[in-house]
């Protein structure tokens, strides 16, 4: 089975403070992904990699960088919180083998940002 | 204009009965599609995927895909009060790498 983990399930931190989101995946996935859901708007796409090192903005990356430094681990880095980042965040990784892109999610990360 | 409808529902169904989830969308091009169910405060979870016009069937879940009239559909056969989730449909946005969610419709099964 697909495992992805997200270091925290629920965080709260004070606005201006950086906060880091990790991410890990164990199926050796070529991409990876970050969102965040919030309602009434769905699934908001953030970043996302397909390599390692490499990274592309997804539709709403401002106020967020990422980093992955190795294949299995995708961080998402808020450089300066702010209240509107309060947000249920996650996490999925896919292959482009056979699964045809099929994208596994991880729990979870609640941030309320005060 | 959104790229992947579904209605929010709620869509309400006594136990036992068909439920049946449907999303339209919009480019043509699409090849792979995808159903997730979300419980309440948990992450989505992938359900069925469907690539071939036509019906894919796993256990009580049937996935419908019909790319001339641009629709995918998922209905759930014998539902149960454990079926009552938010179905997100998702596209496979080709050349981007990345898939287009709908906002989810919400089922509810009483029973």
């Known amino acids: 089975d697909v495992k992805v983990t997200q270091s925290s399930r629920y965080l709260v931190k004070r606005t201006g403070e950086k906060v880091f989101l990790e991410c890990v995946q164990d199926?050796?996935?070529?991409?990876m992904f970050w969102y965040r859901q919030d309602p009434g708007l769905g699934l908001r796409l953030i970043y996302f990699?397909?390599?390692?090192?490499?990274?592309e903005k997804g539709d709403i990356p401002e106020g967020y960088s990422v980093s992955r430094e190795k294949k299995e681990r995708f961080s998402l880095i808020l450089e300066s919180a702010s209240t509107n980042q309060t947000s249920m965040y996650l996490c999925?990784?896919?292959?482009?083998?056979?699964?045809?892109?099929?994208?596994?999610f991880g729990p979870g990360t609640r941030l309320t940002v005060t | 204009q959104k790229e992947v409808e579904q209605n929010s529902g709620p869509l309400s169904v006594p136990e036992g009965a068909i439920a049946s989830l449907n999303c339209t969308y919009s480019?043509?091009?699409?090849?792979?599609f995808f159903w997730y169910r979300q419980y309440s405060g948990k992450s989505p979870e992938l359900i069925m995927s469907i690539y071939s016009n036509g019906d894919k069937e796993d256990g009580r879940f049937t996935a419908q895909l019909n790319k001339a009239s641009q629709y995918v559909s998922l209905l759930i056969r014998d539902s149960q009060p454990s079926d009552s989730a938010t179905y997100l449909c998702?596209?496979?946005?080709?050349?981007?790498?990345?898939?287009?969610f709908g906002a989810g419709t919400r089922l509810a099964v009483h029973p």
């Open positions: 480019d043509r091009g699409s090849q792979s």
């Open positions: 990699s397909y390599d390692v090192k490499m990274k």
């Open positions: 998702a596209r496979f946005f080709r050349g981007y790498n990345k898939l287009i």
């Open positions: 999925a990784s896919s292959t482009t083998g056979t699964s045809l892109n099929e994208q596994y």
């Open positions: 199926m050796d996935h070529e991409n």
